[in-house]
């Protein structure tokens, strides 16, 4: 008697997971290192691998979503009231096999849900993560780190937001036989919150502490004096770069370099990115394509 085939696994899955251990690497920056049973079932295929997280809702109450085809739109319908709050985070270090997953988080106080849970949160609370399924035969998406083999030359522009990628893709050069000439300019709150990073003799890094400066402003300033490729003459005009309204749309620029030469990766304030990206591509003519400009947040709004 022949059975139906197992349907084919989805590309996410959603993780029930606890809060096993809380770890402070600067004064803004903290780890959280969740735990659960079939958290070796969880993927990662890069450094800046996006995750959602569901924390209690307002009342306090544990998240417990279901996850279904169409969750999105389900969970868009609930009352803000009562559904539980999702951010997206990035994955710092997956330990598939001991069931561990560290996820590094920004604290700026009691300024929302995500903030005001990491502060408070002690190991044994619980969470969901929807991540990666490894039992998906085939990518999963949710990453923009794609260099071109060979690269030779890399641009980072980020705040303390986007400072957990950046440390993944450091990481993942600096093991690398030649890694590429790099530029790191990172944004961060204040001069506590430089943390040790991989490092290799033609990484160049500056760390600038904002203070009370506006946020992102330190980011666009040093897309101002990065190096970046000469601009070549193109025998027809570059069409005009598209806008953004960065207060109803996520910025989202993803790069399909042609040549190893040159790759961007820009992650922060949606405002400071958009400003970034009418510099770098208007102003002083670097290829679109060879430059990711993601818009991780907007100040004053939330994105889910």
């Known amino acids: 008697m ?5 349907p084919p696994a989805s590309p996410y899955r959603l993780f029930d997971v606890t809060l096993k251990a809380k770890e402070p690497l600067s004064p803004h920056l903290w780890r959280l290192t969740f735990a659960g049973p079939e958290v070796n079932r969880m993927a990662a295929f890069a450094p ?14 544990p998240p417990a979503m279901a996850i279904t085809p169409d969750w999105y739109a389900r969970y868009k319908k609930q009352d803000v009231a009562t559904r539980p709050p999702m ?10 096999p001991a069931g561990e997953v560290d996820v590094d988080f920004v604290l700026h106080g009691e300024t929302g849900p995500a903030s005001t849970w990491a502060t408070h949160a002690q190991p044994g609370q619980a969470l969901q993560i929807m991540a990666p399924n490894a039992a998906f035969e085939g990518d999963g998406g949710g990453y923009e780190w794609k260099p071109p083999q060979g690269l030779r030359r890399l641009l980072l522009i980020a705040d303390e937001t ?10 993942e050069l600096a093991a690398l036989p030649a890694p590429p000439q790099t530029q790191l300019f990172i944004e961060i709150p204040g001069q506590d919150d430089e943390i040790p990073l991989a490092g290799w003799p033609d990484l160049w890094v500056e760390w600038m502490p904002r203070g009370l400066g ?18 070549t003459p193109r025998p027809a005009p570059t069409p005009a770069l598209a ?4 207060d109803e749309a996520i910025l989202w620029d993803v790069a399909a370099p042609s040549d190893a030469g040159f790759y961007g990766w820009v992650a922060g304030e949606a405002a400071a990115v958009l400003a970034i990206r009418r510099l770098l591509i208007a102003e002083r003519k670097v290829d679109k394509a060879s430059l990711n400009l993601m818009g991780y947040w907007r100040e004053g709004r939330v994105l889910d």
């Open 2 to 6: 022949s059975q139906d085939a197992s």
């Open 48 to 61: 800046d691998q996006r995750i959602k997280i569901f924390f209690p809702d307002p009342q306090g109450r």
């Open 87 to 96: 951010r997206t985070y990035t994955i710092r270090a997956l330990r598939a």
């Open 162 to 171: 986007a400072l957990p990628a950046v440390a993944g893709i450091l990481e």
């Open 214 to 231: 506006a946020p992102g402003a330190l980011m666009v300033a040093a897309a101002q004096r990065a190096a970046v490729p000469v601009a």
């Open 243 to 246: 806008e953004v309204d960065v």
